[in-house]
């Protein structure tokens, strides 16, 4: 499902997804888009941030609260702030405009694998600090409190606290969580990091300056 109200943009992306053997759906705003998720229910979103009616944001908010499903954001603001509220509202990855469509075309498959594959049904419970993750129902609590972490958030803070004390680069992570062959865009990882942050405190994460990001404690 494409939800965006620039038909050049919305018929490019949907002749490019079509040419990779999709079928799509557009939606011109965002009552008509939350209206057709609801109805069509498909495996993947891709939403503008600006719409008319209601925008993307609150689209994004409604559809995750009615019908979860995978969200990939345009958008054409740029500034970490706007990226990280996209994130927060339950987006599991974005672009900004102008984009490539390969690499959309490539960030969409990645995102559709995820959902495909198994989700670590052999894999135990894992703890980050005062943080609970349960891979078999996808449960996250911290001190009993149960936090709602998107598709991504939760693959991302798991691959980390697997492994705690092993610092990953951004390439690694994007290479293991969001499936990206070809490296792009490792900003991504930066503000996923930062949206985990907020959520669950600045400490959840680690910095390692020049390499990449870990769980556990230095040293």
Known sequence: MVIEDEDAIANAVAVRLRGEGYEVDIAPDGHTGVDLVERAAPDLVILDVMLPGIDGLEVC???????????????????????????????????????????????????????????????????????????????????????????????????????????????????????????????????HVAALRRKLGAEIIRTVHGVGYATGTAG
């Open 61 to 191: 908010r409604r559809i995750q609260r009615e019908t979860p499903v995978p969200v990939l954001m345009l958008t054409a603001r740029d500034t970490e702030t706007d990226l990280l509220v996209g994130l927060g509202v339950g987006a599991d990855d974005y672009m900004t405009k102008p984009f490539s469509p390969r690499e959309m075309v490539a960030r969409v498959k990645a995102l559709l694998r995820r959902v495909e594959r198994s989700q670590y049904s052999n894999e135990k419970r894992v703890s980050v600090g005062d943080v609970e993750l349960d891979p078999a129902t996808r449960q996250v609590t911290q001190e009993d409190r149960e936090v709602h972490l998107t598709p991504t958030e939760f693959d991302l803070l798991y691959r980390l606290g697997s492994r705690p004390d092993v610092v990953l680069s951004r390439e690694q992570i994007l290479s293991d969580v969001w499936g990206y062959e070809d490296g792009f865009g490792t900003r991504t990882v930066d503000s």
